[in-house]
Nanobody
Framework: QVQLVESGGGSVQAGGSLRLSCAAS????????MGWFRQAPGKEREFLSA????????RYADSVKGRFTISRDNVKNTVYLQMNSLKPEDTAVYYC?????????????????WGQGTQVTVSS
């Protein structure tokens, strides 16, 4: 069982940066693929990025490639999402998720555990 708690959301102006954190509980965190998704009002939940554990591999959605960076610290049981050059269209609730497989998958159904989400609001 893995429990996930996101933090770091907030309000920022366009062009600004935020770093989201996702703290995980559970002894097997280091073996899970960790992903970030977001959901804007009235829209489907959208895959953003995923990171494997060994070897480290990452995957990004085209919409955030070059602006967002995913990383993980297996000692601290935490995964991060550094978000730069934020745009108003990045406004959404951001979720982290854990996948027990070793695949960098992009669909919601692939992930076994979810956090409660953290709000990110980008103003123009």
């Amino acid at each position: 069982q893995v429990q996930l708690v996101e933090s770091g959301g907030g309000s920022v102006q366009a062009g600004g940066s935020l770093r989201l954190s996702c703290a995980a509980s559970g002894r097997t965190f280091s073996t899970y693929v960790m992903g970030w998704f977001r959901q804007a009002p009235g829209k489907e939940r959208e895959f953003l990025s995923a990171i494997s554990w060994s070897p480290i591999s990452t995957r990004y959605a085209d919409s955030v490639k070059g602006r967002f960076t995913i990383s993980r610290d297996n000692v601290k049981n935490t995964v991060y999402l550094q978000m730069n050059s934020l745009k108003p269209e990045d406004t959404a609730v951001y979720y982290c998720a854990a996948d027990r497989t070793k695949l960098l998958r992009t669909t919601q159904s692939a992930y076994d555990y979810w956090g409660q989400g953290t709000q990110v609001t980008v103003s123009s």
